[in-house]
């Protein structure tokens, strides 16, 4: 089954601390692989996607992911954290399943920058 | 400016009523999606279109209908609201393409009373 895990339900960071927001996936071919962001009382915002090429890709906001087939993960990552990137973070992975072209989501992860 | 709207953002109305929670996007996009989303929990897929006179349920079983006459607007309607509707409602395009990255809407809060 196709699949997308983000094993932590909340990060807590201190600001100016790197950060990590964990995904990994379950996916037949090759992943096409996304994060979005979630403000409060807001619609999702595309932070970046992995398609193909470099492993490391770099997105909004000084957010980048890092593509690793072997652990089939896609974390995302900053390396200084604001308190304003505090929000709701979604993994995501395209069905490659059939015809089927919907995006798979992960449960969310929501991050806590603290002052 | 490209985007995709929706309206109302905020709806209060009484069980019973008969709502219908707009979307529209001006990017041309032929794809477009319903997602049925509780405060800071996940994604429900409820229903989805590939195109102008398509429209396919999703994931999950919603008594919401969507109609796709325009390309560029996605309305969905729910003939009797009642508090198990309560939710936010999102709206999300996409182009076609390799890619599939999806654009959202702001999003409707629903509350049924």
């Known amino acids: 089954a196709q699949s997308v895990a983000q094993p932590e339900d909340q990060v807590n960071v201190a600001e100016g601390n790197p950060l990590t927001v964990k995904c990994t996936y379950s996916?037949?071919?090759?992943?096409?692989l996304f994060w979005y962001v979630q403000y409060p009382n807001r619609g999702l915002q595309f932070l970046l996607k992995?398609?193909?090429?470099d492993n490391l890709v770099k997105g909004s906001y000084g957010f980048e992911a890092e593509f690793n087939k072997s652990q089939t993960s896609f974390h995302l990552k900053k390396p200084s954290a604001l308190v304003s990137d505090s929000a709701l973070y979604f993994c995501?992975?395209?069905?490659?399943?059939?015809?089927?072209?919907?995006?798979?989501w992960g449960l969310g992860t929501s991050l806590a920058v603290n002052p | 400016e490209a985007d995709i709207y929706q309206t109302p953002r905020y709806l209060v109305i009484g069980t019973g009523k008969k709502i219908t929670l707009e979307c529209s996007q001006t990017?041309?996009?032929?794809?477009m999606y319903w997602y049925q989303q509780d405060p800071g929990m996940e994604l429900h897929l409820i229903h989805y279109?590939?195109?102008?006179?398509?429209?396919e349920k999703g994931d999950l079983s919603s008594e919401s209908t969507v109609s796709r006459i325009r390309t560029e607007h996605f309305p969905l309607t729910l003939e009797s609201a009642r508090p198990s509707h309560t939710s936010q409602y999102l709206c999300?395009?996409?182009?076609?393409?390799?890619?599939?990255?999806?654009?959202f809407g702001p999003g409707t809060r629903l509350t049924v009373t």
């Open positions: 995501a992975v395209r069905c490659n399943a059939g015809n089927n072209r919907k995006l798979i």
């Open positions: 996916v037949s071919g090759n992943p096409y």
């Open positions: 999300a395009s996409s182009v076609s393409g390799a890619s599939y990255e999806q654009y």
């Open positions: 990017m041309g996009h032929d794809k």
């Open positions: 279109s590939y195109g102008v006179n398509s429209t």
């Open positions: 992995y398609i193909t090429g």
